[in-house]
T-cell receptor, first 115, second 116 residues
Framework: KAGVTQTPRYLIKTRGQQVTLSCSPI?????VSWYQQTPGQGLQFLFE???????NKGNFPGRFSGRQFSNSRSEMNVSTLELGDSALYLC??????????????FGAGSRLTVL | AQKVTQAQTEISVVEKEDVTLDCVYE???????LFWYKQPPSGELVFLIR??????QNEISGRYSWNFQKSTSSFNFTITASQVVDSAVYFC?????????????FGAGTQVVVTP
């Protein structure tokens, strides 16, 4: 079955712009999580959505937002881009077993470069 | 505070050698899960193994094995008879039941380089 699909794979933006990244989860998965990966901070949790509701949130400023649609597809948006937002943004989906037990299946990521 | 520590930044081995990756974690929860993920150069994190806090039985799965010891808060991972395709960054991760929807706390990762 198809894996987690993220688009676009690569993009370049300039400071002050905004960006929207898309994630299509594995069919049947209703939970979608987003992570930011940078060389300095490593892998950091952004937020998680389930049934169109944000269920958990990491420690990121309000410039980072997301949403989930009724078909479980998710988007994340970063407004007023800063140089430090350059990163690999990973999306993951999972079934909904119990808190903590879910195995996350990751997409290949969207690599954002901010100039 | 760092909840997952992978002290090894990089390990280089020759093919067929065994590789052991160290992971130390910190949590106050009694229910938690530990994971190992692999990230090859393509960037996609690939799930390898999961253990819950109530199951300290160590297992072997193919060339992979793990050693979970609650007494020392360690969850080490071994690749036996390494192959070039094992070259990747390996991440240990913790999920705590009290704050865990979708949230894994990752270590900094260990780069494994396997040369022929």
């Amino acid at each position: 079955k198809a894996g987690v699909t993220q688009t676009p794979r690569y993009l370049i933006k300039t400071r002050g712009q905004q960006v929207t990244l898309s994630c299509s989860p594995i069919s049947g998965h209703r939970s979608v999580s987003w992570y930011q990966q940078t060389p300095g901070q490593g892998l950091q949790f952004l937020f998680e959505y389930f049934s169109e509701t944000q269920r958990n949130k990491g420690n990121f400023p309000g410039r980072f937002s997301g949403r989930q649609f009724s078909n479980s597809r998710s988007e994340m948006n970063v407004s007023t881009l800063e140089l430090g937002d350059s990163a690999l943004y990973l999306c993951a989906s999972s079934g909904d077993l119990s808190p903590g037990a879910n195995v996350l299946t990751f997409g290949a990521g969207s690599r954002l470069t901010v100039l | 505070a760092q909840k997952v520590t992978q002290a090894q930044t990089e390990i280089s081995v020759v093919e067929k050698e065994d590789v052991t990756l160290d992971c130390v974690y910190e949590t106050r929860d009694t229910t938690y899960y530990l994971f190992w993920y692999k990230q090859p150069p393509s960037g996609e994190l690939v799930f390898l193994i999961r253990r819950n806090s109530f199951d300290e039985q160590n297992e072997i799965s193919g060339r992979y094995s793990w050693n979970f010891q609650k007494s020392t808060s360690s969850f080490n991972f071994t690749i036996t008879a390494s192959q070039v395709v094992d070259s990747a960054v390996y991440f240990c991760a913790l999920s705590e039941a009290t704050d865990s929807w979708g949230k894994l706390q990752f270590g900094a990762g260990t780069q494994v380089v396997v040369t022929p």
